[in-house]
T-cell receptor, first 110, second 117 residues
Framework: KQEVTQIPAALSVPEGENLVLNCSFT??????LQWFRQDPGKGLTSLLL???SQREQTSGRLNASLDKSSGRSTLYIAASQPGDSATYLC?????????WGAGTKLIIKP | NAGVMQNPRHLVRRRGQEARLRCSPM?????VYWYRQLPEEGLKFMVY????????ESGMPKERFSAEFPKEGPSILRIQQVVRGDSAAYFC???????????????FGPGTRLTVL
């Protein structure tokens, strides 16, 4: 059974810092992995999707990596801004079901 | 191309009433997925549907919950005799291709927030 874990559960850093969010999964047989952002009381914003054959994806200040063999993905956020404050969710697509981590709640202090 | 649409965005029901949540997939998408996010918890898969077919409902509670995706019209998630524990955000997603294909991605709607009084 696929399980997805995100560490840390919460993170508070000063503005301008680079930071890394971690996601691990127990079954390496995945189709893709997706990172989402969720603001309080809001919907889900897809940030990056990495196919199982890919090692990383980049979008602006965001870079996501995938190491299937070790069951890990990281989301790197460069030069963090207060507007980056949100909960970041990792979701693994094993077989059409997305299996979700509990999220990392990120606070960027001005 | 409009995104995935869900309505209502907010729904308030009293215990024992019925809740109907609607999801219109993106144009050209024939696969719909429902997920539930309980307060302070992660999202959980509920059900996967194609037009007129339920493919996998393994994540859906056995009682009071049902889902459909008719040939015409939106997908409906129906909750009968709601209880306070049903209060949650319900998200719908759609995809264009066979589920599990490596290029598939699921596109999410804004969610329906159900509050049971």
């Amino acid at each position: 059974k696929q399980e997805v874990t995100q560490i840390p559960a919460a993170l508070s850093v000063p503005e301008g810092e680079n930071l890394v969010l971690n996601c691990s999964f127990t079954d390496s047989a995945i189709y893709n992995l997706q990172w989402f952002r969720q603001d309080p009381g809001k919907g889900l914003t897809s940030l990056l999707l990495i196919q199982s054959s890919q090692r990383e994806q980049t979008s602006g200040r965001l870079n996501a990596s995938l190491d299937k063999s070790s069951g890990r993905s990281t989301l790197y956020i460069a030069a963090s801004q207060p507007g980056d404050s949100a909960t970041y969710l990792c979701a693994v697509n094993s077989n059409y079901q997305l299996i979700w981590g509990a999220g990392t709640k990120l606070i960027i202090k001005p | 191309n409009a995104g995935v649409m869900q309505n209502p965005r907010h729904l308030v029901r009293r215990r024992g009433q019925e809740a109907r949540l609607r999801c219109s997939p993106m144009k050209g998408h024939s696969h719909v997925y429902w997920y539930r996010q309980l307060p302070e918890e992660g999202l959980k898969f509920m059900v996967y549907l194609q037009k007129e077919n339920i493919i996998d409902e393994s994540g859906m509670p056995k009682e009071r919950f049902s889902a459909e995706f008719p040939k015409e019209g939106p997908s409906i998630l129906r909750i009968q005799q709601v209880v306070r524990g049903d209060s949650a955000a319900y998200f719908c997603a759609s995809s264009p291709l066979r589920a599990g294909a490596s290029t598939d991605t699921q596109y999410f709607g804004p969610g329906t927030r159900l509050t049971v009084l």
